[in-house]
Structure formats: C-alpha cells, structure tokens
C-alpha cells in the first residue's frame, strides 16, 4: 500500500514534480477531488489515460509518493525556498486570470497550481504595482542600454520590474532595477536553487537578496524548450502590463506578449531600427491586432499602464515616496516643472495638459503644502525636502 502525503501543500508540490505546469486534465482533477485525492487516484491509476500514460514512469518508480513529497519540501528548505499555492496571503490573484485565455489547443495556460519561491519578499506585494520587460536573448547594445534605463526609472517610479532572468534584454532589466536599489521578480523556467543560465548566478544571487526567484518547477528542475513558453504566461499575467525591447520574428518574448494581450493587459514596445533583425519581431507586434502602444520612455508606460484602471494599477507601492500622495493633477504639475526653473502659470498648465484654472487652484494648495514656491506669477520647485 503506498503512503499518500496527507497535506494539499506536499501534495501540490508531488503533483508538480511529475506532471508539467497549467496541464488542463490535472487542473480539473485537483479542482474536483483536491490535491490529497488526486495523488491518491494518479497512484491507483484511476485518471485520465492521457494522465495515465505522462505518470505512469512516475508512479512506478515512486513507492512511497509520501517520502518522495517530503524530500521535495526538504529540498525547498534547503535551497531557502518556500512553496506557494492559491489561498496563501503571498499569492498573487492575478494569476487567475489566466483561466479566462486557457482552451483546448494550449492544455498548458491553466493557472499556476503552485510557485517555488526564493527571496525574503511577499510576492503579491511585489506584483501590485509590476511590469514586465522581455527581449531578445541576443540583444543590441541599444536594446540593453534601454532595458536597462526603463527598468531602472520604472523602479524609481515606484514599480517592480519583472523578466526572465536570460541574456539579452531580461538581464538589463534585472540590473538595471538592482542598480537603483529595487526589487525585480525573476521567473524561471528551472528550480530556483539552479536557476538557469547559470553565467547568471551573481545577477540571481543579488535578485534572491533584493527581489524574487520563481518557479512552478520543484527544485532538482532542469531547463527546457517547451518550459520557457510556459512560464512566459506567469511573467504575462503576474504584471499590469509588458514591454517588449527587441524580439526577432520567432521570438519567445512574442509569445508573452500575445499572452498579455489575450488577458487584457497593457501591452507595449519600443521601436528599433527598421533594418535591425532583432526588431523586426516587434515591429510587428504593431500590426497584430492587439493594440500594441509604441513607448520610449518610463513616463509613457506609467501613463498607459495606469490609465487601465483596475487594483494591479492602481494600488500604491509598499514604500510610497511624497509624489506618490499627490492627486493625479497635482502630480502632473509638478512633474511638468522642470527643476531649477520659473514657470509661468499658463505655460504650466499647457504642459501638464490641466485647465488654466484648475491649474491656479491646485498650484495655490501645492504652495500651502510646500511643494512650489510663487514668485509673481511664475512658480518653481520648492527646494524643501519632498523631492
């Protein structure tokens, strides 16, 4: 008689071990029965034949499914990882979502059933307010010199920036998140304890201190083709929105990007040159019927991602910085003042696209809080300490 780990946790963690993520047959079972019951029937044979036959090499070199379940927690507490599964305050809703795009053809976009996680941080904090920046493995030294600006403003604005953890363009915006001093979410398609490539491993050592390493892989998990494509739904759906920076024509960043379109999420890219390779994929992208928005700076993607709507844009972050307590039309005055410079009202107000009187009135409460300073009828930056 085979022991049966009695807990959903180890056995969602035995489950993902043996039968590859978002698999739609699985999913179903284990929203029936539970994870407990469904171990026990994947054991007994009485599944699926489909699931029968990907198990089988499993069940029939595991004799004791409850030893193999523990030594996978054991695993994860060695590499200082923890298991995440729905209900868990650190998992992020979002993930959901991906039950609105999933359908026959693709048996792998089913939601997550569990997260391997490796970093100190509260995954569905970090994801409140996040975006996701892929590209070409085999970036330019344009692609990566933009990966890394956007990541490293977006990060000073206040959002996480998450990626792949490849070459190319993922690494720039992992680092250029870490350089000023963010978090970034690094989902992969290995265990985190390995995480692949390893020519990566100082980037990842720093993204476990500072940020997150996730997986739906247990540790032990190799890397594989077919396994980058399906994580790539993760990075879609975890984040309000996905900035593509390079992708040739068959590119795996394409298919994240066609992932968040299909769940409503913002999506974006930054132009190339038109005779560059490694642009021509997202090129593209603007001729899909996805509604694709064309963006070159951080500004421009904030606008799209939080004109959305919706709690992953609208939330604040965890630490909020002063600007961050201003309305939306005090914010866009005082963001369209340029430092060290008088401005005229009228000018001010043309800038940050505000009615000349409303601008009057929300610069008159911007000087009582000490935000601006008046000198006649032109205004500046106060020099005090909001900024």
């Given at each position: ?23 739609a ?63 868990d ?72 920036v ?14 250029g ?7 970034t ?30 997986s739906?892989?247990p ?14 739904r ?13 992708a040739?024509h ?26 560059s ?36 844009a ?38 940050a ?21 008046q000198?006649?009828?032109r ?9």
């Amino acid at each position: 008689m085979n022991r049966l780990p009695n807990d959903p946790r180890l056995a969602l963690m035995l489950l993902s071990s043996i039968v590859e993520p978002g698999d739609a047959d699985l999913e179903d079972l284990i929203e029936e029965h539970g994870a407990v019951e469904t171990v026990r029937m994947v054991w007994d044979g009485t599944v699926p034949d489909r699931l029968r036959r990907i198990t089988c090499a499993a069940v029939a070199c595991t004799h004791d499914p409850a030893e193999r379940a523990a030594q996978i927690a054991s695993a994860t507490r060695e590499c200082g990882a923890r298991f995440l599964m729905p209900g868990d305050p650190d998992w992020p809703d979002q993930l959901q979502d991906l039950l609105l795009v999933c359908d026959a053809d693709e048996p792998h976009v089913r939601p997550p059933r569990g997260l391997w996680v490796r970093g100190e941080h509260d995954l569905a904090q970090l994801c409140r307010r996040s975006v996701a920046i892929v590209g070409s493995r085999a970036a330019t030294e344009y692609g990566q010199h933009l990966a890394d600006d956007l990541a490293a403003d977006l990060t000073e604005s206040g959002w996480t920036v998450v990626s792949g953890g490849a070459f190319g363009i993922d690494r720039a915006a992992h680092l250029g998140a870490l350089a000023r001093g963010g978090s970034t979410v690094s989902v992969l398609a290995s265990g985190v304890e390995l995480p692949y490539p390893k020519a990566n491993r100082s980037m990842f050592d720093l993204i476990v201190q500072r940020g997150l390493l996730v997986s739906e892989w247990p540790p032990g998990a190799s890397a594989m083709k077919h396994r980058f494509l399906t994580r790539n739904r993760v990075i879609a759906a975890l984040t309000a929105g996905t900035v593509v920076i390079e992708a040739a024509h068959r590119s795996g960043a394409r298919n994240t990007a066609r992932h968040a379109a299909e769940l409503g999420r913002v999506l974006m890219f930054t132009p190339g040159p038109v005779t560059s390779s490694q642009s021509a994929g997202t090129h593209q992208l603007a001729r899909e019927p996805w509604e694709a928005r064309l963006v070159t700076r951080a500004e421009e993607i904030i606008e799209d991602l939080t004109g959305i709507g919706g709690p992953m844009a609208s939330q604040p972050p965890t630490e909020r910085r002063p600007i961050d307590r201003l309305t939306e039309i005090e914010a866009r005055l005082v963001e369209a003042l340029p430092r060290g410079y008088v401005v005229e009202a009228e000018r001010l107000a043309a800038a940050a696209g505000v009615p000349a009187e409303t601008a009057a009135l929300t610069l008159a409460n911007l000087k009582q809080s000490g935000w601006v300073d008046q000198i006649d009828n032109r205004w500046r930056l106060s020099r005090g300490g909001h900024h």
